[in-house]
């Protein structure tokens, strides 16, 4: 499966202020997944980002707050934009293999916003 | 929409004991279920995958079913060891569209 390198891996951040997360991963994928976990929650899906084109974003999340680029097929990076503390959580990047669509998972990042 | 609950939501054994965690989902219409394991403050990791065609999958001590048409899977384990302690989640799949249940907090006491 593939192997996903996920940064940074937490941050601490002032309200007001964007951070960008950035999804390496070591084999060409066609889709990559952005997650949020907020604290004591599940996951819940935020885009899916195609290369070529621009992320499918679902609902409750918008481009201008959540921003994705998807230069090439092995790399994809989330900007969370006006951070408030509402958005401290984990997000987490992950990638479907193909045929058997297996979801494998970055390490996550760890965001706080004070 | 896909809804996903996990019964129970936690849980906590002495060492050797063997476990069932619940999923249950409300679409049918699934290629595939998915079993994550996650540490705390740590990403996910993938412990087994169920193609919708199938009706279990072993990996070691674990053991996860698929009852498609009724809406659940069971992930048992057996001879439980503290290393078990994590959440664990259940993801069913439409296509490339995965929905995360809630998870199921395992504490595994020695």
């Known amino acids: 499966s593939a192997v996903i390198s996920q940064k940074p891996s937490r941050d601490i951040c002032q309200r007001g202020t964007s951070l960008t997360i950035q999804c390496q991963v070591d084999?060409?994928?066609?889709?990559m997944f952005w997650y949020r976990q907020q604290p004591g929650q599940s996951l819940t899906l935020i885009a899916t980002?195609?290369?070529?084109?621009?992320?499918?974003?679902e609902s409750g999340f918008v481009i201008d707050k959540f921003p994705i680029s998807r230069p090439n097929l092995t790399f994809s990076t989330l900007t969370v934009s006006n951070m408030s503390p509402e958005d401290s959580s984990i997000y987490l990047c992950?990638?479907?293999?193909?045929?058997?669509?297996?979801?494998?998972f970055g390490a996550g990042s760890r965001l706080t916003v004070l | 929409k896909q809804e996903v609950t996990q019964i129970p939501a936690a849980l906590s054994v002495p060492e050797g004991e063997n476990l069932v965690l619940n999923c249950s989902f409300t679409?049918?219409?699934?290629?595939?279920l998915q079993w994550f394991r996650q540490d705390p403050g740590k990403g996910l990791t993938s412990l087994l995958l169920i193609q919708s065609s199938q009706r279990e999958q072993t990996s070691g001590r674990l053991n996860a079913s698929l009852d498609k048409s009724s809406g659940r899977s069971t992930l048992y384990i057996a001879a439980s060891q503290p290393g078990d302690s994590a959440t664990y989640l259940c993801a069913p799949g439409g296509g490339q569209n995965f929905v995360f249940g809630p998870g199921t907090r395992l504490s595994v006491l020695p």
């Open positions: 992950s990638v479907a293999s193909s045929g058997a669509n297996v979801l494998t």
């Open positions: 980002a195609n290369q070529g084109s621009e992320a499918t974003y």
């Open positions: 679409d049918s219409a699934i290629y595939n």
């Open positions: 084999s060409q994928v066609t889709m």
